[in-house]
């Protein structure tokens, strides 16, 4: 040590105002470390640098690609040739957030930052002057940013100044040797401290552009100076890791480093926990197994070795990276084996192995753990089959009380507790051994006849408030034991019919409030009151119900702990409700009971331990993620006198404070990661809307619930603004909506972690979806506007009919009589409205389903009445006019009748406009073909028309309808008279032989 004789008692007193706390060693409670690697995602193990972005992401550089991690997932980020923006390089060699909230990112081979706005990462094409014109990015340091935004790197061999804004850089020389592994710090006074790990430090002033050269090999200090890492507190000393003395710090009177006090070591990268009301610590990579975390105030340090049994240990490796969550406290350490952290909200129980023996058998599992009454730190801890250790809990120490050294009467031990005046009890081999750990004397005592055999175990004991010792066997009996006579008696318990109990292991005992001693069996609870000498039988039926334990609770309640859930009895022992599976339990095969200070009962299950508060009824759930060494809960599980909670192990246990094991403050984080249309990444800005386009009938946004601690706990709630009101609770990331109606609409978020508390905030989504233009409102105004239209003008048109037959039979002469009634019928014909209901219903289904075909399908309904409206009053219209209509009208009806119906016209074209018929006729012909005839899409019916010389033949096979409907036959009677006034050749109709239907159509020539 080479610190001035003033500054031991300095940095001491310094130390202890800092924590607030004595220089008495503190205990630094029980620390499980969690694993990341590249089997949970991570892009490679060796982890040289750590960041955490403004939106709460963790970012892990590696020597192959750039990690980015949410708790739940790993997303990796590597350099994409010819793509610019992918980061430069996938050797990762420092990250750092800027002020605003920038994460820059430093690579072998350029630099560029990550926009989180833009979700883009941005290259930096920088060059020195030496070589401005070099094609070869350069290195990068890890770059740090002092108070006025500033950036400050090592380029190459350069110091390099960056404008955070403009991004104008400036470089100055290095006056010594360089090499890679180096970091470059900017203190809050405007220094800049430039390390060269275990060469250099060197300081550099700002103002005057100045280098000193402030420890390292240049400038040998007393022992060969290491310097390694360089971080400032928050009252501003300036401290140095060293690989030989773990720790200097900057005296800024004499402006040199001192050595702290008793700090000798190997430390490397660094970083200081300051927490209130506690001691400062640091943790530190170095030591002996690559990971130390060190009392600041009292210089204890605690190193972490590798423990192949336990997968919450060190990896054994060498520490590259450290950071901590200030708002989490989560400790980051990044090593060669991958990312380990420590979480002080997630593994909740202390978790302690015991020492392994050569000998090991199954029957190694801890049975019961006691504190002891004098010694503070020390404990005892009973073991199936092994004996009694000592343990010292401060150095995790054990010593062995075994039947070879005389320290118990037999390894078999079952069960542990401690009576009034610190005696440990413990039940083994033929009966209960008395130990006074003051004077180590122990004393047994036997189980009376013939209970005392080489079969015979005590299997639990209890210590009742009279003193007077109370214990369970395999032999389905109670043993009351008086530690001051030595005497002991079999207490002989009774079935709820009287009859004696059958034989049966009693595996726990316990003492209600009155005194009654409690225990359990194969059929409900057995109840023994000493002051009556007699015993209640609860909870017997048919078929058995196995009961385990039972406690009494603050609330005067008894909780029987049962194969079937805990029942829960008021104090006229009448049961009030049950707890299992159905309301909050994950397991309702009860093992064990306890109750703690606060009143909550502590349930411990085939699968899990149970904390259930009767108050609120809540239940809480514990296993393996929370540090449990096992599940299934069959041993030793107590509530301790110091009120610390014991859960047994196989070769370890489990210890922790109830108290302890709740109050995750700490929210989740929530950050939209993509939105998906529907397997895409669609185009989108941060804090703009979101337009869904017509064919994106799929949307999924990807969410991120930022959240370290039992991540798997974590639950989203979201809603959709103008689609639902009602929140929608899940634990995947991804939410999905399909077939949203068109309209704006806004998706909210949120989440809550596994003790319940919700985010800060909610994430709002809003985004718009762009309707199909048939279901726009212009889109249905105009198709309106037409429909009404469509009606009007057939309306207009019936009455105008109406009148002309009106004028028509006002004005008829006998002569023309016959000519009149004609046209009369005729014009019924056309005014029917039965075949444009008919369209107009296809019309409104079309709209719906075939946007395309519904244009066409109104094209040429209004074609087919514009030729009514057009024709009405014309005797005679050319074949190519007549034509151009049927065929509209064949549109119609094949949308009506889909595949069921076909019109095939073989006329020759240069015939088309020689000959003329009346209006109307196919169509006529066509609607009687329709309504006679039966069709289906294996027989469709099939209308032909040809023509013979001067005359048109429409026929069709003859498939009439098993009930067809009524014909009046006006249809073609009205061809048939309309012909007889236009030409004396007349019109045929009927059946062939080979079973067709055919009309002979005059076809004319207008003279």
């Not at 006002?810 to 014009?827: C, H, P, T």
């Amino acid at each position: 040590m080479n610190a001035t004789r003033w500054t031991y008692p300095a940095i001491i007193a310094l130390l202890f105002l800092w924590g607030g706390i004595s220089p008495a060693t503190s205990q630094p409670g029980f620390i499980s470390l969690g694993h990341l690697t590249t089997e949970q995602g991570l892009s490679q193990d060796f982890v040289g640098s750590i960041a955490q972005d403004r939106e709460g992401f963790l970012w892990f550089g590696t020597n192959d690609g750039l990690t980015r991690f949410d708790g739940r997932r790993c997303v990796v980020f590597r350099h994409q040739p010819g793509d610019s923006t992918s980061i430069p390089d996938n050797t990762i060699t420092g990250l750092t957030l800027d002020g605003q909230g920038r994460l820059w990112i430093s690579t072998m081979r350029g630099m560029c930052y990550y926009d989180s706005d833009t979700r883009r990462f941005h290259r930096l094409r920088i060059r020195t002057p030496q070589n401005p014109l070099r094609k070869q990015e350069m290195f990068f340091s890890n770059i740090s940013f002092d108070k006025d935004g500033i950036g400050w790197a090592l380029a190459d061999s350069m110091l390099m100044r960056l404008d955070g804004t403009t991004f104008q850089t400036a470089f100055f020389k290095i006056p010594c040797k360089t090499k890679s592994e180096c970091q470059v710090y900017a203190d809050s006074k405007g220094r800049v401290w430039v390390t060269f790990v275990g060469q250099h430090l060197l300081r550099f002033e700002v103002i005057t552009k100045q280098f000193t050269y402030m420890r390292g090999l240049d400038k040998p200090d007393g022992p060969r100076p290491w310097p390694m890492w360089i971080q400032e507190d928050s009252r501003g000393i300036i401290w140095n890791s060293d690989w030989d003395q773990i720790f200097y710090t900057y005296d800024e009177v004499h402006q040199r480093f001192v050595n702290v006090p008793d700090s000798a070591g190997i430390a490397t990268v660094f970083i200081l926990e300051e927490r209130p009301g506690k001691p400062p610590v640091a943790w530190a990579g170095g030591g002996n197994h690559g990971l130390f975390r060190l009392d600041l105030a009292s210089m204890k340090r605690w190193e972490f070795p590798k423990n192949a049994r336990d997968p919450y240990s060190h990896n054994n490796s060498r520490t590259y990276a450290l950071y901590r969550d200030p708002q989490t406290g989560i400790v980051w350490i990044g090593t060669e084996l991958g990312v380990e952290y420590y979480d002080p909200n997630g593994v909740k129980f202390g978790r302690v192995l015991l020492p392994e023996k050569p000998d090991q058998n199954q029957f190694y599992s801890v049975s019961g753990l006691m504190p002891d009454p004098v010694v503070p730190d020390r404990y005892w801890v009973s073991v199936w089959a092994v004996g009694l250790f000592e343990w010292q809990r401060n150095n995790n120490s054990f010593k062995l009380y075994d039947y070879n050294n005389k320290g118990v009467y037999s390894n078999e031990i079952f069960d542990l507790t401690r009576d009034a005046q610190g005696n440990l009890w413990y039940a083994t081999f033929k009966g209960v051994e008395r130990f006074d750990p003051r004077t180590g004397k122990r004393q047994h005592f036997m189980q009376p006849a013939p209970w005392n055999t080489d079969q015979d175990k005590t299997l639990c004991v209890e210590i009742g408030p009279d003193g007077r010792v109370w214990s369970g066997n395999n032999r389905g009996g109670i043993v009351e034991t008086n530690p001051a006579t030595g005497k002991t008696r079999i207490i002989k318990l009774r079935q709820y019919d009287g009859k004696p109990l059958p034989q049966f292991t009693l595996w726990d005992i316990k003492l209600d409030r009155k005194g009654r001693v409690m225990t359990s069996s194969y059929n409900g609870l057995l109840r023994y009151d000493p002051a009556t000498d007699t015993n209640d039988h609860l909870l017997h039926r048919e078929p058995p119900l196995y009961a385990g334990d039972a406690v009494c609770g603050l609330d005067g309640r008894l909780y029987v702990g049962t194969a079937e859930g805990v029942y829960v009895l008021d104090e006229r022992d009448s049961v009030l409700f049950k707890l299992t599976t159905e309301n909050g339990l994950r397991n309702q095969n009860i093992r064990k009971l306890e109750i703690d200070r606060q009143g909550n009962i502590w349930i411990a299950t085939a699968n899990g331990l149970h904390r259930y508060e009767p108050q609120s009824g809540r239940i809480d759930y514990f296993s393996k993620a929370d540090g449990l060494f096992v599940t299934d809960l069959v041993g030793g599980f107590r509530v301790l006198p110091n009120g610390e909670l014991f859960v047994t192990g196989e070769y370890s246990f489990n210890i922790a404070a109830p108290e302890n094991l709740f109050g995750n403050i700490h929210p989740p984080r929530l950050a939209l990661n993509n939105i998906l249309i529907p397997d895409r990444k669609a185009p989108w800005t941060p804090g703009q809307p979101l337009a869904l386009h017509p064919g994106e009938a799929v949307v999924t946004f990807d969410i991120a619930a930022i959240h370290f601690t039992q991540p798997e706990k974590t639950v989203l709630a979201y809603r959709l603004e103008g689609f639902n009101e009602q929140w929608t609770e899940t634990q995947q990331n991804t939410i999905t909506y399909t077939n949203l109606d068109g309209g704006r609409y806004k998706l909210l978020v949120r989440a809550r972690n596994g003790d319940g508390v919700w985010s800060e905030e909610t994430l709002e989504i809003p985004f718009r979806v762009v309707p199909p233009f048939y279901k726009t409102w212009w889109f249905r105004t105009l198709l309106a506007l037409l429909l009404a239209g469509i009606v009007a003008g057939v309306s207009l048109y019936r009455r105008q009919v109406r009148e002309r037959l009106e004028a028509m039979k006002a004005r008829s002469e006998e002569l023309e009589k016959q000519k009149l009634l004609n046209e009369i019928a005729l014009l019924k014909t056309q005014v029917n409205p039965h075949f444009l209901f008919n369209s107009l219903s296809i019309l409104a289904s079309l709209v719906h389903t075939n946007a395309d075909l519904s244009e066409q399908f109104i094209d040429q309904l209004s074609r087919s009445y514009r030729y009514i409206l057009e024709q009405k009053d014309q005797s005679l219209v050319t074949m190519r006019t007549e034509l151009a209509f049927i065929r509209s009208y064949t549109f119609l009806l094949k949308i009506r009748f889909e595949n069921k119906f076909d019109l095939q016209i073989l006329l020759e074209d240069t015939s088309l406009d020689q000959y003329k018929i009346a209006p109307l006729t196919l169509q006529l012909l066509v609607e009687n073909a329709v309504k006679h005839n039966r069709m289906s899409a294996k027989e469709p019916l099939i209308v032909e028309v040809t023509a013979e010389g001067e005359t048109l033949i429409v026929r069709n096979a003859l498939q009439l309808r098993p009930n067809p409907e009524a014909s009046t036959g006006t249809g073609l009677k009205n061809i048939i008279s309309r012909y007889a006034l236009l030409t004396d050749r007349a019109v045929e109709a009927g059946t062939t032989a080979d079973g067709y239907f055919v009309v002979r159509v005059p076809l004319l020539r207008e003279h």
